[in-house]
């Protein structure tokens, strides 16, 4: 039995559904839970799913698989397949963040 059901309420989204989409403005966005919760399509989603720190930036370095980005003074490592010189949006949650002196 198929059912849709719509809620504003993720973490019943999550409990209750085999799939999660997010629309807005008519239009889907996205439909992967992980896209969704983890690697959020653009900042509309991001900050409907609670991202709060949101810094835009752009990639300074790439190398196999790995990139350097800079947000104005911060500079920032991480994986990922995008080109040297694109404009980039990190959406960090504060218990992803590891520091390192």
């Known amino acids: 039995m198929t059912v849709l059901h719509t809620t504003h309420d993720q973490t019943e989204a ?4 085999d799939r999660i989409a997010i629309i807005m403005d008519g239009k889907l966005c996205s439909r992967v839970p992980e896209e969704i919760f983890e690697k959020p399509i653009d900042s509309q989603v991001a900050s409907f799913v609670g991202f709060e720190n949101v810094l835009n930036g752009k990639v300074i370095s790439a190398d196999r ?3 350097r980005i800079e947000f104005g003074e911060i500079i920032i490592d991480a994986s990922g397949d995008i080109e040297v010189r694109s404009q ?5 949650r ?5 520091l390192r002196t």
């Open 14 to 17: 999550r409990i209750m559904a």
């Open 65 to 67: 698989g790995l990139i």
């Open 88 to 92: 980039v949006h990190a959406f960090l």
């Open 94 to 98: 504060p218990e992803n963040i590891v």
